[in-house]
């Protein structure tokens, strides 16, 4: 007889809770996972041996005015439109501050050379996206089950190793860094029939919406 094709099995990833007649499931509601990535690469420069003298003061304050405005973002109490104009504006002040005043304004060069290695522009909006995902901006979010925003390495495609090879071996997934991500949890089991002991399993997430902020683009990306 001919080898079946292999079987995939999908299923969304719920949390499994013990119970007197086995198991229950229970959906989780959306998560949103916040980063600090913007105010690391600010403390981190301020380690930099490289970084000029005229420049390690301005860089002080800026990671003054950084905690200020993750405070308002963190503690804003409005709704709908007025709380997105209030983070909106907050971050267009905050990356003006940044781009114009830190960076393009130095009397050295040295943080417009670097922006590039130093990532200190695109990683405010890395940082930012995820507090616009609020259920009191978008009051359908609070329906979504099993669904996390924030930085993610999202399922990108799946491909197949020798015939001769055990399948749990031979089974490649691709995944992808995304910079931000609206991602839902899945599980997936591949075998070549239904009793065979031979089978791969793994747990990941599909992106449905996804990002990659970036300040230059590489010259291998057309």
Not at 37 to 60: A, I, M, W, Y
Not at 83 to 105: E, P, T
Request: proline share 5%; hydrophobic share 35%; net charge neutral.
């Amino acid at each position: 007889m001919p080898k079946e094709l292999p079987r995939l099995h999908f299923s969304k990833s719920l949390r499994r809770l013990p119970s007197r007649t086995g198991f229950d499931f229970e959906v989780t509601t959306m998560q949103v996972e916040r980063n600090s990535t913007h105010g690391d690469k600010l403390k981190v420069l301020l380690s930099n041996s490289k970084l000029p003298r005229s420049d390690r003061e301005r860089v002080q304050s800026t990671v003054a005015r950084y905690d200020r405005w993750i405070e308002l973002l963190s503690n804003a109490q409005e709704d709908g439109d007025e709380l997105l104009n209030i983070l909106v504006s907050s971050l267009n002040d905050y990356k003006m501050h940044v781009d114009l005043d830190l960076i393009f304004d130095s009397d050295d060069d040295f943080l417009y050379r670097q922006k590039g290695q130093l990532k200190l522009d695109n990683t405010i909006l890395e940082e930012f996206l995820p507090y616009i995902f609020d259920v009191r901006i978008v009051k359908g979010l609070g329906r979504l089950a099993n669904v996390n925003c924030g930085p993610q390495k999202s399922f990108a495609g799946l491909s197949f190793g020798s015939p001769f090879i055990p399948l749990k071996d031979s089974v490649l997934p691709k995944l992808k860094d995304q910079d931000f991500a609206v991602s839902k949890s899945h599980h997936m089991r591949i075998y070549d029939h239904a009793r065979s002991p031979d089978a791969f399993e793994m747990s990941f997430v599909v992106s449905h919406f996804a990002t990659e902020i970036k300040t230059n683009l590489a010259r291998i990306i057309h």
